[in-house]
């Protein structure tokens, strides 16, 4: 959709040129359209976690594969992740790598389960079952091990090579199949519009890669194998055990990390003659913050609307110092209290937001306004018009007789206002905090005015206010339902007559906010949801 929640009520903050979510308006119907995913290639990130867990490397080939594409604001995505020749050909030499490596570590062994010089064509079939069984995430079927023992294992026999080469060559050519390098789910009759449930092994796949960006462990793999992951009970309690496991850090990496903007902070580069104590260090600590107080809310049982009203953060030494606040020691993050007169208090007062939405030597309140409209609301604003900010975010000659709030609502009587009377008054409430995050009173010379009134009439005076209103609107909760459901089945969640995605979304958000704001239960709410469980094929 264009913006916001299928199904959803407009957000109280929605006025002008937004569109929005919120929350439900009434019952949502459930139609019977669960949608489809389209074929999934693994991402960079999935890549290296996979072959991380399934040979044991510490290497991360797909970090040099070209850039995944981001669609919808993440890059699991399935329809924007396409297959260039430049990823066939580092496949290839990822995929040779990553096996010589296995057979000459500890992997060995685990992998060559028998002897192949007296076992021959009868050990080599067993190595390639069991390997591929990790390797596709299924069970390989016999047509699929002959075909691999004729194309590889025989054809190397032939040209008087041995067993073990002819292997090699098997889990190479393994590698390289779409069945590894794609999350592949079938559909019975692909042009079919007919639902039909995932198999246990398909789930597992969407809930590894959903919550660990990786394939399935042993346990999950063996509760496929029984046809447990059928049963939403089994599900359930998947989840509470794999958020338990470390592997779900990915969550916070990958999730989090592209959400709340955290991976864009090694990108920013605010002006160094305005900020020289903006150094690598800082930066760190900035993305450490931000990544503990989600682990709080993902891991620890925090509501998701203390992200933005929390009365504590974690620093180090050097962040602390950045912001003003008692001195801590070391360089290891530590959890501190906060209260009102920090002026810190929730993700909007963070550094790392601050900065990433900010330009190198002035704050953009466009950009924050914008940002907490999308992130936080769902709420889409149209772009400007070439170069319209631009003049704003390099002041012209003599223009600090004025605010940058000032320059920027002498603009609202022009075509741009019906978006910028909703986003700059959410940018204005945090003029306070400078490029790199650090509270101010003033800009430039003259004192910043950080009041203001959202189009609804509500009104707020500083950073802390604004926070406590955006936490409490409507349109919080099912965005945050929005977010994670994209994010969880990599695809856009559909408003189409008859689909399921409206009725699940709206019902899980109330569910969220009803609840209190626990994101387990809203991870639960999803998995065992009939979207993430079943799938139909395409019309012609």
Known sequence: PAGGTPGAAGSALGAGGATGAGGSAGVVPLGTDPGRVTIHRLNRAEYNNTVRDLLGTASRPADQFPPDDRGLGFDNVADVLTLSPVHLELYESAAEALVAEALAGAQRPKILTCDLVSGGDACARTVLRAFGRRAWRRPVTDAEIDGLMSSTVMLARTNGDSWEVGVTLALEAMLVSPNFLF?????????????????????????????????????????????????KAELAAQVTRMLADPKASALVDNFAGQWLYTRLVDDVQPDATLFPTFDQPLRDAMKQETSLMFRDVIFGGVPADKLLVADYTYVNDRLATHYGLAPVTGSAMQKVALDPATHRGGFLTQASFL????????????????????????????????????????????????????????????????????????????????????????????????????????????PLALEQIVAKDPGFASCVAQKLYTYALGRAPQSTPGHMDPGLLARDADAFRAAGYPMAQLVTAIVTGDTFLSRRGEAP
């Open 183 to 231: 999350r592949v789910e079938l559909d019975p009759s692909p042009t079919s519009l007919a639902p039909h449930p995932l198999t246990s092994y398909e789930i597992a796949a969407r809930l590894s890669y959903f919550l660990w960006s990786t394939m399935p462990d042993d346990a999950l793999a063996a509760a496929a194998d029984a046809g447990k992951l059928t049963d």
């Open 355 to 462: 900065t990433v939405t900010s330009h190198p030597a002035t704050t953009s309140p466009v950009l924050r306004g914008k940002w907490i409209l999308g992130q936080l609301l769902c709420q889409d604003v149209a772009p400007p018009p070439n170069a319209a900010m631009a003049q704003l975010a390099s002041p012209p000659a003599g223009a600090q007789a004025q605010t940058l709030r000032q320059r920027l609502e002498a603009h609202h009587a022009n075509p741009c206002a019906v978006c910028h009377v909703v986003m700059d008054p959410l940018g204005f409430g945090l003029e306070n905090y400078d490029p790199v995050g650090q509270y101010r009173t003033m800009d430039g010379t003259l004192p910043i005015d950080a009041s203001g009134m959202l189009p609804d009439g509500r009104t707020f005076d500083g």
